[in-house]
């Protein structure tokens, strides 16, 4: 019986992964920059330019999206550690895609390595 640690190892062995260091030049050649973690957590923070499709709707939301339909389009993916971004890599790359990276350690590396996050300005009702 696998384990889901399993099933990211085997991801991330399909998939193009990318470290911190090189991310402002991977992101710069990026056609999406997509945040596949929770709403709630991509409030928290996420990388500039980022749009958030959580990885249990990436499959139905992708096809549909405007610009996104060509299977060469250059496609980054993101989540907190890079677990759920690998998977939703290999996931992609069965689908065709085949210009998907990943970044390796997830935000938290991004924001380890100094990089700043967005976080959306709630409206006040003072």
């Known amino acids: 019986m696998k384990t889901a ?4 190892m085997a991801a991330k062995a399909r998939i193009n992964e990318f470290s911190v260091t090189d991310a402002h030049s991977v ?3 990026a056609d999406v ?3 596949v973690r929770e709403p709630a957590e991509f409030q928290q923070g996420h990388i500039s330019g980022a749009i958030n499709i959580p990885r249990g709707l990436l499959e ?6 405007q610009g996104l339909d060509s299977r060469d389009t250059q496609i980054v993916l993101y989540c907190k550690t ?13 689908m065709g895609y085949i ?3 990943a970044l390796s350690g997830g935000i938290d590396a991004w924001i380890e390595a100094g990089n700043t996050v967005v ?3 709630l ?3 003072d």
Do not use: C, Q, W, Y
């Open 33 to 35: 920059l997509i945040d």
């Open 82 to 94: 890079s677990g759920r971004s690998a998977l939703a890599g290999a996931s992609l790359a069965e």
């Open 99 to 101: 210009n998907v990276s």
């Open 27 to 29: 992101l710069v050649n």
């Open 60 to 65: 139905f939301k992708i096809g549909s999206m």
């Open 123 to 125: 409206p006040s009702f």
């Open 5 to 8: 640690h399993d099933l990211v």
């Open 119 to 121: 976080k959306p300005e």
